[in-house]
């Protein structure tokens, strides 16, 4: 990891990392104060989770790194599969079927945006 570049990591977000990744792809290499704008107008619980992240670190960079936060260009958002938790729901004649509940990890990396 650079000197100029600032993370963010989610753990054990209660969401299908499928259902995050979604959202993540359209951030990449955006601004990050236009990404957080833009993150606020989806109306998905996904956006909500990312934007969570993204505003931590953006708070990391301005008060670990003394960055600007108007400088900061969102490098890369991964999102990774966490554990998932076995569950049963009952059905008819006693019997039960077994379903996921998936968790993410979601990891954010701001750059400094390059001086040309």
Known sequence: MNKNEVHA??????????????????????????????????????????AQTLKSAIANAENNHNLSSNDLVVKSAVVNQGPTFGRFRPVGRGAAHPYTKKTSHIHIILSQKSKR
């Open 9 to 50: 990591l989610s753990k054990y977000v209660r969401m299908s990392p499928l259902k995050v990744r979604q959202v993540t792809r359209t951030i990449q290499g955006m601004e990050a104060v236009q990404a957080l704008d833009l993150l606020g107008a989806i109306p998905r619980k996904s956006a909500r989770l990312i």
